[in-house]
């Protein structure tokens, strides 16, 4: 699932002695031959650290009336869950999984909770208030992978460089936009959270967060993080990739995981 390594790279300003500038003398003053701006690195802190189920195969994160819900996959293990950010603690969890049905992003919108699921082109639709059981299903004709919304379309991920908007009553497709940087599409991308106007991604396989327009599909800045997939591999083999972005709004913090991680991480932007 998901092995093509994605690298991105951000083109550094050139800078010369000369305080008259020209396209001669600094080259970062060409315009890039895309029309579209390199992403800016953006600053950020780690400013909390909390305990993380390590059974979470994490592939969907997001708040929702102060509690966090998450999505996990792998298969048979497969679940919808209401955690104790906290503590970790596992709170409430619907198990959905099965040898075919493989769990993948959530999100909220209009009082109900949308999952996808990988391969399946099953699209699980439930009552906000109540995990246990779906009250209706949509067919998807692509690979599922991230969700999120803006407050009126459901935005979608397939694994490639496109974002779908997606009607939520019938799930037909409104509007395609390519992910893009100066060098070109950026693909697998994965999980998503929208925020003021702005579509947060993990890029699959990396420790890299991508903040997206959600008009043009222009990537605006990206967010480093330390490589945690290796340091948590190192107590616990089973532990997999960078996956998982939450918002909370009171905060206006983001929080984020992995794969099987043992930590729940708290950032604040710069």
């Known amino acids: 699932m998901k092995y093509l390594i994605v690298f991105i790279s951000i083109a550094m300003a050139l800078s010369c002695n000369n305080n008259s500038k020209t396209e001669e003398t600094d080259p970062s003053l060409i315009p890039p031959p895309s029309g579209i701006a390199a992403p800016a690195n953006i600053g950020f802190n780690i400013i909390s650290e909390y305990p993380h189920d390590t059974s979470a195969y994490t592939q969907g994160l997001e708040f929702?009336?102060?509690?966090?819900?998450?999505?996990?996959?792998?298969?048979?293990?497969?679940?919808?869950?209401?955690?104790?950010?906290?503590?970790?603690?596992?709170?409430?969890?619907?198990?959905?999984?099965?040898?075919?049905?493989?769990?993948?992003g959530i999100t909220f919108l209009n009082g109900k909770l949308y999952q996808l699921t990988w391969e399946s082109n099953i699209v699980y639709v439930y009552d906000a208030a109540n995990i246990n059981k779906p009250i209706k299903t949509f067919n998807w004709p692509y690979d599922g992978w991230g969700i999120t919304n803006n407050g009126k379309d459901l935005i979608l991920s397939d694994g490639s460089a496109n974002l779908y908007f997606v009607n939520p009553e019938d799930f037909k497709v409104l509007n395609t936009i390519s992910v893009q940087t100066d060098?070109?599409?950026?693909?697998?991308?994965?999980?998503?959270?929208?925020?003021?106007?702005?579509?947060?991604?993990?890029?699959?396989?990396?420790?890299?967060?991508?903040?997206?327009?959600?008009?043009?599909?222009?990537?605006?800045?990206?967010?480093?993080?330390?490589?945690?997939?290796?340091?948590?591999?190192?107590?616990?083999?089973?532990?997999?990739?960078?996956?998982?972005?939450?918002?909370?709004s009171s905060s206006k913090n983001l929080f984020v995981t992995g794969k099987r991680w043992s930590k729940l991480y708290e950032v604040k932007l710069d």
Do not use: C, W
Not at 77 to 101: A, F, P
């Open 183 to 248: 060098k070109g599409p950026i693909e697998n991308i994965n999980e998503l959270e929208y925020v003021n106007g702005m579509i947060y991604a993990n890029v699959y396989t990396t420790s890299s967060i991508i903040k997206i327009d959600s008009e043009s599909g222009h990537v605006k800045g990206i967010l480093n993080f330390p490589d945690f997939g290796t340091k948590e591999r190192q107590t616990n083999p089973r532990a997999d990739y960078f996956n998982g972005i939450a918002y909370d």
């Open 64 to 104: 929702y009336n102060g509690k966090l819900y998450e999505s996990t996959g792998d298969y048979t293990n497969s679940s919808i869950r209401i955690t104790d950010y906290k503590t970790g603690k596992v709170l409430q969890k619907h198990s959905m999984g099965s040898d075919k049905i493989f769990g993948e």
